[in-house]
């Protein structure tokens, strides 16, 4: 309990200045994350963290805690949520949850997501079928990134598009219906490329 009161603590001084880190230049971002990620990590390494920043300024933004998918820290991440502050500006929530507002996503409206270092928005992201196994009725994908270039090297940047597809799937179709994922860069050539928010739409034609 100390290792949570700590981390919340912590947090509560500084809230201000993470509700307003998508206003941030993207350096500072990295600096504010990595301190929200080092703070965290001393209550537990295995979880992560995902902001979730709200389109109207006078709004709560979301702190979501994610075990990745891991039931071994399922119980790490209910305790932390559970002892949460309340705060005026912040919602606090265990696990990613699958979006209800894909028609937001198709106008470009979602929120931004940021893990750690990296900030993507799901509207921007498109995908293409690689191949898909009748047998066992899965999905091979590669998702195309503006800047996948950019962001090849960061070690966090598949754990936030698994994060993204959670969000979209739910974790639990997600293991169901696809097998793996290749990440790319964007090219000038999209004519056959899909919407990621169109993912869930895709693997019910199958």
């Known amino acids: 309990m100390k290792k949570i009161n700590t981390f919340w603590n912590w947090f509560q001084d500084n809230n201000q200045t993470i509700k307003n880190l998508i206003n941030e230049t993207p350096e500072n971002q990295k600096h504010i994350a990595f301190w929200i990620n080092k703070n965290l990590s001393y209550y537990c390494r295995e979880i992560d963290f995902i902001i979730v920043f709200p389109k109207k300024e006078n709004s709560k933004a ?7 998918g891991s039931s071994n820290y399922f119980q ?6 559970d002892n949460a502050p309340r705060l005026r500006t912040w919602n ?5 949850q699958p979006t209800n507002e894909i028609d937001k996503l198709m106008k470009g409206l979602g929120e931004h997501y940021i893990l750690q270092d990296i900030t993507l928005k799901i ?26 270039n950019l962001f090849c090297d960061t070690k966090t940047l598949e754990q936030a598009i698994y994060v993204i597809l ?5 974790e639990k179709v997600l293991s169901q ?10 090219t ?6 899909v919407q990621l928010y169109e993912l869930q739409w895709y693997l019910e034609a199958l």
């Open 123 to 148: 509207s921007e992201l498109k995908f293409k079928p690689i191949l898909y196994n009748e047998n066992i009725v899965k999905l091979d994908i590669m998702i195309f990134l503006k800047n996948y």
């Open 166 to 170: 959670q969000e979209l799937l739910c």
């Open 177 to 186: 219906k696809i097998t793996l994922v290749q990440l790319a860069q964007t």
């Open 188 to 193: 000038n050539k999209e004519e056959d490329l």
């Open 62 to 68: 979301e702190f979501i805690v994610t075990a990745n």
């Open 92 to 96: 606090f929530t265990a696990f990613i």
């Open 76 to 81: 790490q991440v209910t305790l932390l949520i």
